[in-house]
């Protein structure tokens, strides 16, 4: 049913389910406990655009009056949902997130929605994811701002005092199991949200400059973790690589301090970067990808098969590795039309002279198919997950002692 929550005995809350602000973190609480018990919970967080902050000034009567009203219209429409709603699904609003958007006005309605398992207690973050995947919902849907400007906050202040982290995911060679070396993945340990992927936080940082002081570091972090461990083999690391920090013109020059303060040879990183990328600005990307390739870098195309991809753009960009997108393995082995397109695809980039490499490998059954289709390498839970950097030197030893995968082995 798609309802209007009042929560019982919380001092406050009224028949149209708004609290005042301090009321927020116990009738969340109460909300995410009735919400757990449902087969599919989701809670809408709702907001309005086109409006300013908040004005005291035009007092707390009139600060309440309008959330109240838009409340008593959600109440008036939640009739006319039924059926076009999942029956579970509960709709919550608070008062304070109107008030502290609120001016007069004619607003917009909006909503961010996060459709997950309910695992936080804490009603707070469930708020908060709402308004994080609202920002990715669409032009006049779900704008979240507030948790977003919390967000570049927090990261902002995790960027500086070091609080980011880099993981490692193996790759390894088909051919005969060498382990070539690692995808170096940025993670962030949220104080209150906990594991953040990068698919949130990097966009965040995209908006800011942030993503430029990240991406430096991520490039040194994962060159000095590679670079200090190659007493285990010459272990190669990929970073991708935002549009941001590409078109840096500090770019080449940072890679190339880096590689020579840590003394890793240069053909053991690579630069991962997308095809929309690539055709944004054209014209700067193959200068910078001429400058990467005098140093020695190597350069992938990342996430083909996700867009447009096509041979047009592997002709007209000097690439030296195709990765293709874990959608190519989602429905393998059993469809014959997944395995012409990922067989296609390898073909097409051999065809080029470039490296193939899958990821998102996950069962014995792709990796076997992948070896019949002449794929060079392939990543994956299959073997392992990403982990910190002295788990994946621990893994590499496990692996080796076993027998099961070996390392050190160069790209050719």
Same mark, same amino acid.
């Given at each position: 049913m798609f309802r209007n929550l009042a929560v019982p005995g919380i001092q406050g809350w009224d028949d149209i389910g708004l609290g005042p602000v301090g009321e927020w973190g116990d009738g969340m609480r109460v909300a995410v406990q009735t919400m757990a018990s449902l087969p599919k919970p989701a809670c809408i967080l709702w907001g309005l655009d086109r409006v300013l902050v908040y004005n005291p000034a035009f007092s707390e009567l009139l600060g309440e009056l309008h959330p109240r009203l838009f409340g008593a219209r959600l109440s008036d429409l939640a009739p006319s949902a039924r059926g076009q709603i999942e029956p579970d699904l509960e709709a919550i609003h608070d008062g304070q997130n109107f008030i502290m958007q609120w001016h007069l006005g004619k607003p917009e309605r909006a909503y961010d929605v996060a459709c997950s398992p309910v695992r936080a207690e804490d009603g707070k973050v469930l708020a908060v994811l709402c308004s994080v995947t609202g920002d990715h919902a669409g032009a006049g849907v779900g704008r979240g701002t507030g948790a977003r400007s919390r967000m570049k906050r927090d990261l902002g202040i995790a960027t500086q005092n070091g609080l980011l %982290?880099? !993981? =490692? *995911?193996?790759?390894? &060679?088909?051919? %005969?199991? !060498?382990?070539? /070396?690692?995808? @170096?993945?940025? &993670?962030? *340990? !949220?104080?209150v949200l906990g594991d953040v992927a990068p698919d949130c936080f990097i966009p965040v940082a995209e908006e800011t400059d942030l993503i430029l002081e990240i991406g430096r570091w991520v490039i040194s972090k994962a060159v000095e973790d590679i670079a200090s461990h190659q007493n285990r083999g010459q272990l190669a690391v990929a970073v991708n690589v935002s549009p941001a920090q590409f078109y840096d013109p500090e770019l080449v020059d940072h890679v190339g301090r880096t590689l020579k303060e840590h003394d890793l040879p240069p053909e053991l990183l690579e630069l991962e970067i997308t095809e929309s990328m690539a055709l944004e600005n054209e014209e700067v990307v193959c200068a910078g990808m001429a400058a990467l390739h005098d140093l020695g870098i190597k350069i992938a195309m990342d996430d083909f098969g996700s867009g447009y991809s096509n041979i047009a753009t592997l002709k007209q960009f000097s690439f030296d590795r195709l990765k293709l997108d874990r959608s190519f393995l989602a429905d393998l082995p059993t469809s014959e039309a997944g395995q012409a397109a990922i067989s296609n695809a390898i073909r097409m980039g051999k065809g080029l002279g470039l490296e193939i490499i899958a990821e998102g490998v996950e069962t014995g059954s792709q990796l076997d198919l992948l070896r019949a289709l %002449?794929?060079? =390498?392939? *990543? /994956?839970?299959? =073997? @392992?997950?990403?982990?910190?950097?002295? %788990? @994946?030197?621990?893994?590499?030893? *496990? !692996?080796?002692? @076993? +027998?099961?995968?070996?390392? /050190? +082995?160069?790209r050719t």
């Open positions: %982290d880099l !993981h =490692y *995911q193996p790759q390894i &060679r088909l051919s %005969d199991e !060498h382990i070539i /070396g690692f995808e @170096a993945l940025a &993670r962030w *340990q !949220h104080p %002449d794929c060079d =390498y392939a *990543q /994956g839970f299959f =073997y @392992a997950a990403p982990m910190p950097i002295d %788990d @994946a030197m621990a893994w590499l030893v *496990q !692996h080796d002692a @076993a +027998g099961s995968a070996k390392f /050190g +082995g160069l």
